[in-house]
């Protein structure tokens, strides 16, 4: 089995692979509140100077701009296009934050997994759209990008980024939101074992 010795940065990634899909979790129960009419009601005070309930959105100078909360609650329960964007903007904004972390690192051994993260990172930057490139079909040449050897997988949910996934849309249509999670999660597994020197695979991965 593959071992590495402890690496400090691969447990720095791994730590915030850890935070941001536990964040999304925290985020899908959010919208779920949200769109629950009897949450409404909790939110009807009116604060001195305005009419409607409010909230709050800071300047960068300290100032407060004001926005009518019920106003903006309910759109989360009747535009359902504005429902999908807040359900994909996590994931979007992980797999950037994520993807700059790996490019910090360069990738570090650049395993299928690691690899398929570089790929959707791409593609939801290029209008969430799989982004190969002349560059990018090199690197998937050299590079093999899937998600074959991982615990987070069935027959069902095996992913491979191939050459023909050129300008096909990446959420939600290639993937779904749990199927970046499981991705995600094995990368923080196999990031977590790499930063404590353990086996990258272990022996429930070989073969697979």
Known sequence: MDTAKPNAAALQV????QRLTGGYYAHAAALEVARDARVKPLFSKVIPGQIVPVGFVPHKDGRQ???????????VQI???????????????SLLTIGDALLKYGYFDRAPEIELVYHLRNG???????????????????????????????DTSRFEIVAALKGHPVLFDYMGPADVLDVLSAVGVYLWRMGHGEPLRPEYDLGL
């Open 14 to 17: 791994a730590q915030l692979i």
């Open 79 to 93: 535009n359902a296009e504005l429902l999908e964007d807040l359900q994909k903007t996590w994931l979007i904004g």
């Open 124 to 154: 939801v930057a290029h209008g969430n759209r799989f982004h190969l490139d002349e560059k990018g079909l090199k690197r998937l040449d050299k590079y093999p990008a899937h998600n074959h050897k991982t615990p987070f997988r069935t």
């Open 65 to 75: 701009y004001p926005y009518h909360f019920h106003h903006f609650l309910e759109q």
